[in-house]
Every structure is written in structure tokens, then in C-alpha cells.
């Protein structure tokens, strides 16, 4: 059971191993952490873990009990500009070694993949972050793009990859996603923005399975148009094949059917001057949503161990990543950041996402009473958040209230509820807003 001493005792041993061998994680080896300071390497990275949405200086003197040693957010800012965001990187990834819990639909771990905006100050330019706005003169905007892959039934961030705006490719960074995983047998499932041959076959050739959803076959810009000709129903489940290539032949051009053009403004990382045919089959599903409305899926899992409502149910199950961008940029407070410094933003992103993870280890653990109300309740993730940060900086001795108050915190589940979606313009949350 992941209960919150022994989550904690994990993230300080990992953190002890990254201060074990700090040389690779500081600027300047020779002189960064080298004096007993209060401000040593394991603090620095503990308080970035633990910071809140308010100002730096309040956040310091919180996670210091108001003491009249806290150090300044000078001090504060540059103790953890020395150290490199590969620290947070290796931490984020060995936590998740060290504490994650395999689980697992017919077998198959279940790994959404998606990109969130995180706007971010743009009171100076940067190459890598900052657009400037289309039709708009002198307008500026700056973000980063998080590229995450989400484990759909632990609640968990497996992986991410963070791009920034002006440079951002969702597509391979869904490839150097799959490319890197090495864990148990998994599905990938995407959103249309990942519909492409090379992405399909990017998992394939790492061994796991796929399902994304692409436009309908009503789209003229739809994947789907060059699988023809499909049967006269409007619902279908049907096995394709293609064999893509970067030849132009009659014979290529005269057979649609068999053979797919890949342009070569077009990647596809499989097809070259030496092996100019790939291979190509898939399974592709349309599915009636509304009276006038279809899904389409294209997949490589097996019609005998998958069914059409399988691919329904796993599609559904998706939203979790959505849902998880929300909590992680309000509950956890990746909206509220403490830098402009595009450095230190990564490593609070990576924090924050580290913490998200080690909040939801929690609360996915904690069994909510059964009792014969209206509702069936969750556990409310906002203040268990709020609870678990609280605790996390401070030393409770072998017994911690931490799950008994977070089992008091609950809500209401209410299926089927909707409100009207009111779509803004994304806005940083700006420094002044912080007031001391």
C-alpha cells in the first residue's frame, strides 16, 4: 500500500541519491553545495516540490514555520539556479520506479498521450517560447508545451516532455514518447491531433498497441478517405491494408486500393531510397455517437480480444489526461509560477508533476466508507493536495494523520452533469497578483 510515510520516505531516498552524486546535477561542480548551508542541495529541491501559488517570500517563510533563520528568496533563487533540470528529470523518473503499481485492462497498461499549454511571462523574447501573434504587431505570447504520457488507471504522469511554444511538435513527441518506454506490454491512446502513418507505426515497431482517433470519413483532410471504398452502413469495424511507399509509378498511381504516396513533406521514418515500400494494416472502427454524429478509430488491437464496445469504453477513458491537466494547474498550482526564468520553470514543472503523482498514489489508496446515501462519493483531490504538501516539508514521526484527514474530504459524484463550456483566451498568472 502506498501510504503517505513510506511514499515520503521514497521521494527523500531518491532525493538522497541525486545529492549522493550532485556533481552531475549542479552548474559548477567544484563549487556549488560544497559548504554546510541552509540552503543545501536536498532543501532546495524539497522546498520546489513543496511551493504553493503564493509569493516566493511567503512560500519560504511557510515551508520555514516562520522562522527568523528563513533564507531570503534571494538566496533562495539563486541556490536553485545552480542546480540543472536533468536533477528533476531523473527524480520525476526514479520516483516513479521506485513507487508506481502496475495496473493493468486485459493485460495492457493503459497510456493516454497529450500535449497541455503552460503560458508563462513574455516580458522578455526567447526563441524556443515566445510566438508572436498572428495579424497583431509587437504582440508577444510565450509558453512551454507539456507532452505527457498518462497512465489512465494508476492517475499518473509516466512520462513528459517539455517543448516550448514556438518550437513544439506534438507528433514526435508522441514518437520519442513511445520510443523511450520500455515498461509492460501498453496502449497508446490519442486524440485526433496524433493521427499519422508514422505515428501508428512508431508503436507497432516498439511492440505495444494503438488506438487514436482520426477525423470521419466525411473529412476531406481525414486518413480514413484513402482507406476506401467502406461498406454502405454507417457503422463499421474493418481491417485495412496499404502499402506505403515513395514511388510515383503508373502502376502506384492506377491502384489506390493497394498502394499510399507518402509525399515528402510528409514524415515516415520507415520508408527510405533503399526501402521505398512499408508495409501497412491496421483496423479501422466508426462508431455512431448522436443521430448525426460518428467517431473513427484506427487501432491495432486484435477483434477477437477487443469488441467494438471495448474500443468505446477505452476511448471514454482517455479524458483522464484531461482532467489531469486541470488538477495538476489548479490543485497542484502549475498556473502560480515562482520564475521567469525559463530554466527554472522547467524544474517546477517537473515538480509539480512529481507531486501530482505522489498525491494521487495517495488518494487512489484511500477506500471511502459505502453508505446509503444519493450519491457515491471521491475523495476531494484539491485539499488532499493541500494536505499532503502540508505534511510533506515537516517530520511526523512513524504516525501521520495524513490519510485519516484526506478520507474526510470527499465529494459528491454527480453522472451525467454538464454546464455550458465558456472558452477564454489562455493568460499567465502575473507576479503582482502575489501581495505580501
Not at 512520462?159 to 496502449?187: C, M, P, T, W
Request: proline share 3%.
Amino acid at each position: 500500500m502506498n501510504n503517505f510515510n513510506s511514499l515520503r520516505k521514497n521521494l527523500n531516498h531518491c532525493i538522497k541519491i541525486l545529492n549522493n552524486s550532485r556533481s552531475l546535477f549542479v552548474e559548477n561542480p567544484n563549487t556549488d553545495f560544497i559548504r554546510n548551508r541552509k540552503l543545501d542541495f536536498s532543501t532546495v529541491i524539497n522546498n520546489i516540490i513543496c511551493l504553493e501559488a503564493g509569493s516566493l517570500k511567503d512560500e519560504l517563510l511557510k515551508l520555514n514555520d516562520y522562522s527568523i533563520d528563513t533564507p531570503t528568496a534571494s538566496a533562495f533563487v539563486q541556490a536553485r539556479n545552480k542546480i540543472k533540470i536533468d536533477a528533476f528529470k531523473s527524480l520525476f523518473d526514479n520516483f516513479n520506479k521506485k513507487t508506481s503499481k502496475l495496473k493493468t485492462y486485459k493485460g495492457y497498461r493503459l497510456l493516454a498521450v497529450d500535449g497541455s499549454e503552460e503560458p508563462i511571462d513574455n516580458t522578455f523574447y526567447d526563441k524556443e517560447t515566445t510566438l508572436l501573434k498572428k495579424g497583431i504587431k509587437d504582440l508577444t505570447y510565450s509558453a512551454f508545451h507539456i507532452n505527457a504520457g498518462y497512465d489512465l488507471l494508476e492517475c499518473t504522469y509516466d512520462d513528459i516532455i517539455i517543448q516550448g511554444e514556438a518550437v513544439f511538435n506534438e507528433n514526435s513527441a508522441f514518437n520519442e514518447l513511445v520510443d523511450r518506454y520500455k515498461g509492460h506490454k501498453a496502449i497508446f491512446i490519442a486524440d485526433r491531433g496524433y493521427e499519422s502513418y508514422n505515428n501508428f507505426e512508431h508503436v507497432v515497431n516498439s511492440g505495444n498497441k494503438y488506438l487514436i482517433r482520426v477525423r470521419d470519413i466525411t473529412s476531406s483532410k481525414s486518413i480514413m478517405k484513402s482507406f476506401g471504398p467502406y461498406p454502405d452502413t454507417d457503422e463499421f469495424d474493418i481491417d485495412v491494408s496499404r502499402i506505403l511507399t515513395i514511388k510515383q509509378t503508373n502502376e502506384i498511381k492506377a491502384n489506390p486500393q493497394i498502394y499510399r504516396f507518402i509525399p515528402s513533406n510528409h514524415t515516415f521514418d520507415y520508408l527510405s531510397k533503399e526501402k521505398p515500400f512499408y508495409d501497412f494494416r491496421c483496423r479501422t472502427v466508426r462508431i455512431k455517437i448522436t443521430e448525426d454524429t460518428y467517431e473513427c478509430i484506427i487501432t491495432n488491437l486484435d477483434r477477437d480480444e477487443f469488441s467494438i464496445e471495448d474500443i468505446k469504453e477505452l476511448y471514454n477513458k482517455r479524458w483522464g489526461i484531461e482532467t489531469s491537466f486541470r488538477q495538476v494547474k489548479y490543485a497542484i498550482g502549475l498556473h502560480a509560477l515562482h520564475s521567469k526564468k525559463r530554466k527554472l520553470i522547467k524544474q517546477e514543472i517537473y515538480a509539480r508533476l512529481l507531486l501530482y503523482n505522489f498525491c494521487q498514489r495517495i488518494v487512489q489508496d484511500i477506500k471511502i466508507i459505502k453508505k446509503k446515501t444519493k450519491y457515491t462519493y471521491q475523495i476531494n483531490f484539491t485539499r488532499a493536495s493541500h494536505i499532503i504538501r502540508r505534511f510533506l516539508n515537516k517530520k511526523t514521526g512513524k504516525k501521520s494523520p495524513v490519510e485519516n484527514l484526506i478520507a474526510k474530504e470527499i465529494l459528491p459524484v454527480r453522472p451525467g452533469r454538464t454546464s455550458t463550456r465558456h472558452v477564454s483566451a489562455k493568460k499567465v498568472v502575473c507576479f503582482n497578483y502575489r501581495f505580501d
